[in-house]
């Protein structure tokens, strides 16, 4: 026999936690065919892994992709990272369904990247969507959730009340069509609008919708800070209540949790003791890059930069020296308790070294320091830094907020039920998803990241424990049943790295050293081959992405409801 591709020598990880071992493998027409003793195997392209590892492609369990991949369809960042599959429409986003009325308010939502020309918004069903997706080729497979936030957009915009009882049919009935076209279940983003004003029965009756279909739920929890404990538990009585898996996404205790990750750890075992499928993903980098305003009370944020502005100056009491407005937001932020915005707790609890600035637009001399710097620097209150960098420079300023414990990051990892995410999207370091460069070392560095870190030269998890984690695991949770394993009879979904030299480029981690040269959209050293549905994508021979997209837009099975 003659296979399209024989990967020769290799030291096969299968996926499902097994530890190495030498072998053949080969690929006939998008799937695995033969796996046998080194050597043995004859093809028309034979590749020498020359004892490098083979494993299934990576599957990204939680990522933001479902407009970039539009975008650029070759899905670069993810691909060279050895990822073949992006989950997408997670925390509660998903760019369909959408209707006529809402549309504007959707594509607002998405911010800059709606406007790009491939993002046509020719679609208004979850079927429509898929198809669009699917219509120009992707070098990546793609399994979408129905996000909570596009039912609630299209039936009541961004009303903060109950949905009515006809409402609440309406998104039940939008469900049903995104979970018959292929949705593999409902996510919620339950800190964003409209999000954080669903009631927890809202979202039971719509997880009731996702059980007809066998679908699961998958949550960015209603606080990963003060409320973190009461989230878990919201979540996992959402899953008990309308008899759906739960996956709680990217679920680290951010800064300001009460508790470290060993205490969510301890709900997610007590409920799988009960007999409750609860799992958990997460991704390793203890950092984000949003908008300096993001760390704003959630009322004031919304505003526009110029009535931002004027807000935070209030003139009148400007003149008395210490600014009454300012003083108020001070304390709505040191006294929040609300589920918000994870960052914010840095604010709250004067964390100002930990807050980097990464881009201002009219301020280009405060870009990589903190704000505690800045605050030594001038002589003032790192609150009144911090109100001063929004009024010169509106919604136009991020900064890099270091947030997350490390420690709780290691201790995510070694959980047998916590599977690896990037929470980044499909980017490119050219193109539109290049300008302005984003801070997003996740999208380019999560998977080699992890087994150069965590499984080379600090190990917290076996080799094999890791790719369970990146493989099996997360194909297991989405019921890819032919993916996330190397055994013949799979889709050809295969990666082939070599752990001496694999390096995460994209790693401008903490502290941040400015300028950021190594500013993250570098793509990995030491993936070296993969294969997408029997398709090469990556050619390690050249070091480059072939260009060709043969992805899948995945999409769920039980598409009848029972
Ligand atoms: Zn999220």
Redesign the pocket.
Same mark, same amino acid.
């Given at each position: 026999m003659n296979f399209d591709f024989v990967l020769a020598h290799g030291k096969i990880l299968d996926g499902c936690g097994n530890p190495w071992f030498w072998g053949d493998l080969a690929i006939q027409q998008g799937r695995i065919v033969e796996i046998a003793p080194p050597g043995t195997l004859r093809g028309r392209q034979v590749i020498d892994a020359d004892g490098r590892f083979v494993a299934p492609g990576f599957i990204d369990v +939680?990522t933001h992709s479902d407009l970039s991949l539009l975008v650029n369809r070759r899905a670069e960042s993810a691909v060279r990272q050895g990822v073949t599959t992006h989950v997408i429409g997670?925390?509660g986003m998903s760019p369909a369904p959408i209707d006529e009325a809402q549309l504007a308010e959707m594509r607002q939502y998405w911010g800059r990247i709606s406007d790009q020309p491939e993002v046509a918004w020719n679609w208004r069903t979850f079927d429509e969507y898929l198809r669009a997706l699917q219509s120009g080729g992707l070098a990546i497979n793609v399994a979408s959730l129905a996000g909570h936030a596009a039912l609630r957009m299209t039936v009541m915009g961004l009303d903060d009340r109950a949905p009515t009882l006809s409402e609440l049919d309406r998104m039940k009935e939008l469900l049903s069509g995104a979970m018959e076209a292929g949705a593999f279940g409902l996510s919620t983003?339950l800190v964003y609008p409209p999000g954080c004003f669903a009631s927890t029965e809202e979202i039971i009756a719509l997880c009731q919708v996702v059980a007809r279909y066998h679908g699961l739920y998958a949550s +960015?929890i209603r606080g990963e800070r003060e409320t973190i404990l009461e989230a878990v538990a919201e979540a996992i009585r959402i899953g008990r209540e309308a008899g759906v898996p739960v996956q709680i996404? +990217?679920n680290a205790p951010k800064f300001g949790a009460p508790c470290g990750a060993t205490a969510n750890l301890r709900l997610v075992e007590e409920a799988r003791a009960r007999g409750q499928d609860v799992t958990v993903d997460n991704d390793v980098h203890t950092d984000l890059a949003p908008a300096l305003a993001d760390g704003l009370p959630q009322h004031v944020q919304e505003r526009p930069a110029a009535e931002l502005a004027a807000l935070l100056q209030d003139p009148a009491a400007w003149r008395a020296a210490k600014s009454r407005v300012r003083r108020q937001i001070r304390e709505e932020i040191v006294s929040d308790r609300r589920p918000a915005f994870g960052p914010a707790g840095l604010l709250k609890h004067g964390q100002w070294h930990r807050i980097t600035l990464l881009h201002a637009s009219n301020s280009p001399e405060v870009v990589g320091k903190t704000i505690e710097a800045l605050a030594r620097e001038r002589g003032q209150e790192p609150f009144d830094v911090y109100f001063d960098l929004i009024v010169a420079n509106g919604h136009d300023a991020d900064a890099i907020f270091d947030y997350i414990d490390e420690a709780n990051i290691r201790l995510l990892l070694q959980h047998p039920a916590v599977m690896i995410c990037s929470?980044g999207d499909a980017l490119a370091p050219y193109g539109f998803l290049n300008d302005p460069p984003p801070y997003s070392p996740c999208s380019y560095g999560e998977f080699p990241g992890v087994l150069e870190r965590y499984v080379r030269d600090q190990p917290v998890l076996t080799l094999q424990e890791a790719i369970r984690k990146m493989t099996s695991f997360p194909a297991q949770r989405f019921g890819l049943w032919d993916r996330g394993t190397l055994r013949p009879g799979a889709r050809a979904d295969v990666v082939v790295f070599d752990l001496n030299r694999i390096h995460d480029r994209a790693t401008n981690l903490y502290p941040h050293t400015y300028p950021f040269e190594n500013y993250p959209h570098d793509y990995p050293e030491g993936i070296d081959y993969v294969w997408v549905n029997g398709v090469l994508v990556v050619d390690g021979r050249s070091a480059q992405h072939t260009g060709h997209l043969p992805g899948r837009v995945l999409r769920h099975r039980a598409s009848t409801p029972t």
């Open positions: +939680h997670n925390c983003g +960015h996404s +990217h929470d």
